[in-house]
């Protein structure tokens, strides 16, 4: 049982003294003392009122050396991921940690694609993935990145490399935001995407390019869902259609000065002005 060892590394996590936590848990600080050097056990109301305030449930705080575990898996139980405090199995995400103990960001290219679809869930095929640090990431959140395909997703152009935080709970997701999703039956997609799970069930998938119609992807297809962070291409954006609006205003702008010296002669004209009598 890790309980005493999690009372103290929660607290100090929290940077909160003795005395803080003893007070905010209605307690004498030589209470909380006791519980962190595993001399006494703390009642059930104190047990339940640690659960409320670390946001972890008492089945955690109790098997779970907290210690161990990485600062995104801290952060995802700590932000409502907590399996026993949902009530419901919740899928621990595979993935691999450099010799600091920093998650790595997996790079799955589109060649990887088609092992990835049956091999996600696989900690020997995870492990054998290229990874990358990107240290402007926050370390307490998990990352992916996934090189897409096609132009369904323009301007974001064809073999860009996305990247992905991973949302843990589907209620989440954010209408309108851009989201890569593993499903059972399509693969690897990247759209924008509209949370329709309450009314419908689905989640309405969504390109950028209007060339391509909007469809239902229902909850039971999903395997796994990123949110868009940032996104990179060796592929220069192409000028011409903005040199192309560039000659049009110039051409306007050449209009206007020609009406404007029109306009002007005629009112330097001897008993003009500036407009032809009717």
Do not use: C
């Amino acid at each position: 049982m890790y309980l005493s060892a999690n009372i103290k590394f929660l607290r100090k996590r929290k940077r909160l003294t003795q005395s803080g936590l003893a007070e905010l848990l209605g307690i004498n600080r030589s209470g909380v003392n006791n519980y962190e050097n595993g001399s006494a056990v703390p009642p059930v109301q104190v047990l339940i009122a640690l659960s409320d305030l670390f946001h972890i449930s008492i089945d955690t705080l109790l098997r779970i050396n907290l210690s161990k575990l990485r600062d995104s898996q801290l952060y995802l139980i700590e932000h409502g991921s907590d399996m026993f405090v949902k009530g419901n199995e919740l899928r621990v995400l595979t993935t691999t940690v450099d010799s600091s103990n920093r998650d790595n960001i997996e790079l799955v290219s589109i060649r990887a694609k088609a092992g990835y679809t049956t091999g996600y869930f696989d900690p020997e095929y995870i492990a054998g993935l290229p990874v990358f640090q990107l240290p402007f990431l926050s370390k307490e959140k998990k990352y992916r990145t996934f090189q897409i395909s096609g132009d369904s997703m323009l301007p974001i152009p064809d073999k860009s490399w996305v990247t992905g935080e991973y949302v843990q709970n589907l209620n989440d997701i954010k209408d309108d935001s851009l989201y890569i999703v593993l499903t059972l039956n399509e693969g690897i997609v990247f759209k924008k995407v509209k949370n329709e799970l309450k009314t419908n069930g689905t989640l309405q998938m969504i390109s950028t390019n209007p060339e391509y119609a909007p469809y239902d992807l229902p909850v039971s297809e999903v395997r796994e869902i990123w949110r868009f962070v940032h996104y990179i291409t060796t592929e220069v954006p192409e000028f011409h259609e903005t040199e192309q609006l560039q000659r049009q205003i110039k051409a306007v702008r050449t209009e206007l000065e020609q009406v404007w010296k029109t306009l002007k002669s005629g009112k330097n004209r001897p008993g003009g002005n500036g407009a032809e009598g009717y």
